[in-house]
Each structure stands twice: as C-alpha cells, then as structure tokens.
C-alpha cells in the first residue's frame, strides 16, 4: 500500500487548510485510515481515524471540533479538513492505513505515507 499525502503549506492562525492522502496498490476500502501528526522536538501523536466506508469516526480532544476527517472510496482519497488552525497544531501530517479499525497508536498502523508539513504563523 502506497499513501501520498499532499495539501500541507503555511497559513495563518483562524485559517483552514484541507489534507488529502491519496491510496494506491491495495483495495482502499479494506483499510480504515488514520492521520497523525509530528511537532518539531515532539513525538508523533494521534489526530483522527475512519473506518472503511465512513460511518464511524474518532478525534483527539484536541482536535475535536475544529478538524474533520473523511473519505471517497471511489477516489482512493482520505481527507482531513482543518479549520480554526491553531499555532501548536504546526507539524508535519501523515496518513496511516491498518485494517483494523479504531487504533490510536502509531505502532498499530501498517501503512504510512511521507508526510506532509503544516506551519500555522501569523
């Protein structure tokens, strides 16, 4: 399994920006998917995940409300729409697939792309 995340760049505080990690070599719809984020000096950390066909979905606390994240099995896409960025939410943002849905740690995941860099600055 392949994972492209792209989206990423400089906004300011109050802003929005919209992720995008594109899938490719397996069935997409086998595998929930998962974001996490690295902040410089910081170990990675859990942001949201989704089951394969959408119905469910799982925040951290301190994203909840303000990130939403969603999927298009036709497009082999997740997506994780951030709005009301914040300047701790600047780091680098990866997608993850497993085929077990509902993990949380970063040991759990199969499946990682490269990341992709978020710098919230006024």
């Known amino acids: 399994v392949q994972l492209v995340e792209s989206g990423g760049g400089l906004v300011q505080p109050g802003g929005s920006l919209r992720l995008s990690c594109a899938v490719s070599?397996?069935?997409?719809?086998?595998?929930?998917m998962g974001w996490f984020r690295q902040a410089p000096g910081k170990e990675r950390e859990f942001v949201a995940d989704?089951?394969?066909?959408?119905?469910?979905?799982y925040y951290a606390d301190s994203v909840k409300g303000r990130f939403t994240i969603s999927r298009d099995n036709v497009k082999n896409t997740v997506y994780l729409q951030m709005n009301s960025l914040k300047p701790e939410d600047t780091a680098v943002y990866y997608c993850?697939?497993?085929?077990?849905?509902?993990?949380?740690?970063?040991?759990?995941?199969?499946?990682w792309g490269q990341g992709t860099p978020v710098t919230v600055s006024s």
């Open positions: 070599g397996r069935t997409f719809s086998n595998y929930a």
């Open positions: 993850a697939a497993d085929p077990v849905y509902g993990n949380t740690l970063e040991w759990q995941y199969h499946y």
């Open positions: 989704i089951n394969w066909n959408g119905d469910y979905t």
